[in-house]
């Protein structure tokens, strides 16, 4: 946000925060949300890559599209195992794995 921005919002009684200061979340929570959705990203970066559509995707590891669709859009619904295992499914290295999650995730 832009200082000036900020600034008027102050004046005017807004306080300016980030997402997990509003909603009061510890350091922990924070890294497991960014672990989530980098991997998230990857996923759909991943299944683009290989011109697999979501249907495609969902036949290789045994789900279905809308569930696809919620992996990618970082669904709260989604479990760290799926994503994985869909990644895995996708050509994914275990050592891709952890670079995806290292360079996106704060230290808890």
Same mark, same amino acid.
């Given at each position: 946000?832009? +200082?000036? !921005? *900020?600034?008027k919002l102050?004046? *005017?009684?807004? !306080?300016?925060? @980030?997402?997990?200061?509003?909603?009061?979340?510890?350091?922990?929570?924070? &890294?497991? %949300?960014?672990?989530?959705? &980098?991997? $998230?990203?990857?996923?759909?970066?991943?299944?683009?890559?290989?011109?697999?559509?979501?249907?495609?995707?969902?036949?290789?590891?045994?789900? $279905?599209?809308? *569930?696809?669709?919620?992996m990618e &859009?970082?669904?709260?619904?989604? @479990? %760290?195992?799926?994503?994985? !295992? $869909?990644?895995?499914?996708l050509g994914?290295?275990?050592?891709?794995?952890? *670079? +995806? %999650? $290292?360079? +996106?995730?704060? +230290?808890?």
């Amino acid at each position: 946000m832009q +200082t000036a !921005k *900020r600034k008027k919002l102050e004046a *005017r009684g807004w !306080k300016v925060g @980030s997402a997990a200061e509003f909603l009061d979340l510890s350091p922990v929570e924070v &890294a497991y %949300i960014d672990m989530k959705l &980098a991997l $998230s990203s990857s996923l759909k970066k991943q299944r683009l890559k290989k011109n697999m559509s979501q249907v495609d995707l969902a036949k290789a590891v045994k789900s $279905s599209q809308s *569930r696809i669709a919620k992996m990618e &859009a970082g669904d709260p619904s989604v @479990s %760290i195992d799926l994503l994985m !295992k $869909s990644l895995l499914a996708l050509g994914a290295s275990p050592k891709e794995l952890a *670079r +995806t %999650i $290292s360079a +996106t995730v704060r +230290t808890a």
